[in-house]
């Protein structure tokens, strides 16, 4: 899988994020993480980004979940 860079600026705010998924994510995916770089390394899917608030990181470990992935 190609990676694909949708990242949101944020203005400064939030931290910095690095999500190991277990499995590789296909693009179709990948689209569920919009604002997040998404890219497959080693058999493993590395999501990173900046995450603005501790919300918006349970958003995204519930997508991971919900898609039947474990980071």
């Known amino acids: 899988m190609e990676s694909k860079d949708t990242s949101r600026t944020y203005g400064g705010t939030g931290e910095f994020y690095r999500i190991v998924v277990q499995s590789e994510l296909t693009e179709r995916f990948a689209e569920a993480f ?3 770089k998404v890219e497959v390394e080693n058999r493993q ?3 990173t980004g900046q995450v603005v608030d501790q919300s918006y990181l ?3 470990l519930d997508r991971i979940s919900s ?3 474990h980071s």
């Open 34 to 36: 919009e604002g997040m």
């Open 45 to 47: 899917t590395v999501i």
């Open 58 to 60: 349970h958003e995204i």
């Open 67 to 69: 898609l039947g992935f």
